[in-house]
């Protein structure tokens, strides 16, 4: 199986080749694919060197799947050219997740919608992944009526700059800045740009998607994000109304037997979800699971994750496992 991997020397997609090395994944032969600065390098995989390849290359190569983590604009116009050429794309960017002809995946909630006909499949926002792992299984069993979360998210969703810059302010070295602001000592209230109701882009991520993903257009939700100088994973305060009512322990079982799910959740001995134990792993991490005591069939929670692995990078790999296991591709 042909595998290609666009924005292979990215951050994301240096994850996404560790972990398809860590999984397993069937790749006979790796098309690592990357901007014109850098077609020409080499890097290894499982053992055994690849040269970096330009886009057109990589689409003449006609590689069965093509992992997509190369930013909106090279999405919007690379991956028609592969699916034309017989390749199913599975695009991590923004850029096809709200289009209404492609399926917004996370394997575990919704894998069963993709077909064979899905030829540009989206990756879900880093934030709406951890969340709506925790609030699915609880949907299905007291039907979420209004969502309101706040996140607090790693600078590593920007990417390397931000990681430069933050490095840079702890030793007091001048350098680029990713962020208006400094971000050492620092959270700044603005995780992408603004659109028009006063929201930035992710605010509205975190409310288009966890519809679309959860197929309820009638869920409320809200959100605020924040960015924080913290590189092991987001972490979100998360407030749900449901319609009916529940008991706190039933909530902690059913997370507990979520698949991709780990429930931290103990005050007798400080146990909780944080970034800095996330950090390289695959699962969404969930605790400070109590009832909202200011209103009825109200529940609080908080959720961390690995951005850059099931926010992105993992998440992708395992729609490309469901894809060869039932025979998609």
């Not at 969703?157 to 962020?179: C, F, I, R, S």
């Not at 288009?208 to 987001?234: L, N, W």
């Not at 699971?289 to 395992?318: C, F, H, Y």
Request: aromatic letters at 6%; proline letters at 5%.
């Amino acid at each position: 199986m042909k595998i290609a991997v666009v924005g292979a020397t990215g951050m994301v997609g240096e994850v996404m080749l560790k972990v398809l090395a860590e999984r397993n994944f069937p790749v006979t032969e790796l098309i690592p694919v990357a901007s014109e600065r850098s077609v020409g390098k080499e890097i290894e995989f499982n053992g055994k060197k690849y040269k970096v390849v330009g886009l057109e290359t990589a689409v003449s190569m006609k590689p069965e799947i093509a992992l997509f983590s190369a930013g909106g604009d090279t999405s919007k116009e690379w991956a028609p050219k592969f699916a034309e050429a017989g390749t199913t794309v599975i695009d991590n960017s923004s850029a096809w997740r709200m289009d209404a002809t492609k399926k917004l995946v996370v394997p575990e909630i919704n894998a069963n919608v993709l077909t064979k006909e899905d030829k540009i499949i989206a990756n879900p926002n880093c934030s709406t992944i951890q969340m709506v792992m925790a609030l699915a299984p609880l949907h299905k069993k007291y039907t979420i009526e209004r969502v309101i979360v706040s996140t607090y998210q790693s600078i590593t969703g920007t990417g390397v700059k931000a990681v430069q810059q933050l490095e840079n302010e702890y030793t007091g070295t001048k350098g680029e800045m990713a962020y208006p602001y400094p971000i050492h000592r620092n959270a700044i209230p603005q995780c992408d740009v603004f659109e028009d109701n006063g929201y930035t882009k992710e605010e509205m991520k975190l409310v288009r998607e966890t519809k679309k993903i959860m197929g309820d257009d009638s869920i409320r939700v809200t959100a605020t994000a924040i960015r924080i100088p913290v590189v092991g994973g987001h972490s979100e305060s998360v407030n749900i109304e449901f319609a009916n009512d529940f008991d706190v322990n039933q909530v902690r079982a059913i997370l507990h037997d979520t698949p991709g799910v780990t429930v931290q959740d103990n005050t007798d001995t400080k146990t909780y979800p944080m970034p800095i134990y996330a950090e390289g792993k695959d699962d969404v991490f969930v605790g400070r699971i109590r009832r909202d005591e200011s209103q009825p069939n109200t529940l609080n929670m908080w959720i961390v994750a690995d951005n850059l692995r099931k926010g992105a990078a993992t998440n992708t790999v395992q729609i490309a496992e469901y894809l060869v296991a039932n025979g998609l591709v």
